[in-house]
């Protein structure tokens, strides 16, 4: 069975920084699309960063200039390195992980980010 596991969030004053990662096990496919997505209390979850198998990245307007998401197709990962965080930033954010044949995604389980003083 497929696994998608995030690592690194965590709580830290306004301005501070995380890296957030996301390591897949057990897949016997090629990944495609690797993504962040985050869902605040009471808000619809959102894509907050994407990046595809050939390194093509896109971000949502909120986070651009702030946050960078990478991978590393050696070891089946995906970083999200975030900077200059804002209290608004707060959510849990969650892996997502696109088969290369597109016909199915796999969700980790969410790790939660805090921004406060």
């Known amino acids: 069975q497929v696994q998608v596991m995030e690592s690194g969030g965590g709580l830290v004053q306004p301005g501070g920084s995380l890296r957030l990662s996301c390591v897949v096990s057990k897949n016997t496919f090629n990944l495609g699309d690797m993504a962040w997505y985050r869902q605040a209390p009471g808000s619809r979850r959102e894509t907050v960063a994407v990046?595809?198998?050939?390194?093509?990245?896109s971000y949502v307007n909120s986070v651009k200039g702030r946050f960078t998401i990478s991978r590393d197709n050696a070891k089946n990962s995906v970083y999200l390195q975030m900077d200059s965080l804002k209290p608004e930033d707060t959510a849990v954010y969650y892996c997502?992980?696109?088969?290369?044949?597109?016909?199915?995604?796999?969700w980790g389980q969410g790790t939660q980010v805090t921004v406060s003083s």
């Open positions: 997502n992980v696109l088969q290369e044949d597109r016909l199915r995604d796999y």
């Open positions: 990046i595809t198998a050939r390194g093509t990245t």
